[in-house]
């Protein structure tokens, strides 16, 4: 049996077109009716034909189409909220949704038939050449990705060899520059001092050769009680490029009357490491004091030079 044609007794679509068309039916009346009957009371004037009775007449006509309405109205919610209509109209709605869900069934079922029609008319021998064309294409491309992850971390392996080397490199280099030193100790003496200042990677010597204050290198700030050396930015001499220089100025000294006294900051150690030796080969007693950058500059007093290192 075909449930598709099977209709049911009472055909809720027309019942409820016929209620709706009636209900409008007699609004709209009962709408013409009082315009009408605004529009006469309104120009009463201009229509002097009409008698009161007429008037009258209509609007009890529109009284009683409004009491028809009201009781259709009644009579439709009563029935709208009836069970029985309840259930019809959810199963209308339920009819509805399966419509539909076949409907895109049908559609599905189309086009997998068409898919399946596709694939049926092609020649199973090139369908299968195709598929082992895309496996072996598949399979390329997974040993491409293999070989570059091995290459990745063959890569990965040889950079953490290569750190691992310079780490101990860069270790073997401090360890090379770092070198257990004994800081000199203050003992008396009858030999001129001469200082020396390191700063900057560079060398300034506080006195010429001729004993005279180095203005050159050197800005100095005269107080009551100090003479303050700041030494200038890219001036003094680099003991590293121009050793003969400094080896010069070494050797105008009189080993057995000078005393040098290096005043070392901490970022021109190298530099005075080099002078040292300079001074070493001319037979000239050294001695030597750490400074850091935030002591500040030299002062030289009657009693030798501030700050006093830490």
Not at 289 to 310: C, I, M, N, R, Y
Request: aromatic share 6%; net charge positive.
């Amino acid at each position: 049996m075909n449930l598709r044609r099977q209709r049911p007794n009472d055909s809720l679509d027309m019942l409820l077109d016929t209620m709706c068309n009636t209900f409008g039916g007699i609004i709209l009346l009962a709408v013409l009716v009082t315009l009408l009957t605004s529009r006469e009371r309104h120009g009463s004037a201009a229509t002097a034909s009409d008698t009161q009775e007429m008037l009258q007449r209509r609007l009890a006509l529109a009284q009683g189409n409004l009491q028809q309405a009201v009781q259709l109205q009644t009579t439709l919610q009563a029935k709208a909220n009836d069970d029985r209509w309840k259930t019809q109209v959810s199963l209308l709605a339920t009819r509805q949704q399966i419509q539909d869900e076949i409907k895109a069934i049908r559609e599905l079922v189309a086009q997998n038939a068409k898919e399946l029609e596709a694939t049926s008319s092609t020649n199973p021998a090139e369908r299968m050449k195709s598929l082992n064309a895309q496996l072996t294409a598949a399979q390329v491309k997974k040993l491409e990705a293999q070989n570059r992850l091995a290459a990745s971390q063959e890569n990965a392996q040889r950079l953490n060899a290569r750190l691992a080397g310079l780490e101990k490199q860069a270790a073997n280099l401090v360890n090379e520059s770092q070198r257990q030193l004994r800081l000199p100790k203050e003992h008396e003496t009858g030999k001129r001092v001469t200082y020396i200042i390191a700063r900057y990677g560079r060398i300034y010597t506080c006195r010429n050769s001729d004993l005279s204050r180095n203005e050159t290198d050197i800005e100095w700030t005269s107080t009551l009680t100090s003479e303050i050396a700041v030494p200038k930015l890219g001036k003094g001499i680099d003991p590293n490029a121009n050793a003969a220089a400094l080896r010069t100025y070494f050797r105008n000294q009189s080993g057995n009357s000078v005393y040098m006294a290096f005043c070392v900051f901490e970022d021109s150690f190298p530099a005075f490491l080099r002078a040292k030796q300079l001074a070493t080969e001319s037979r000239l007693a050294y001695g030597w004091d750490p400074f850091q950058l935030s002591d500040g500059p030299v002062s030289f007093g009657p009693v030798g030079h501030t700050p006093k290192p830490q």
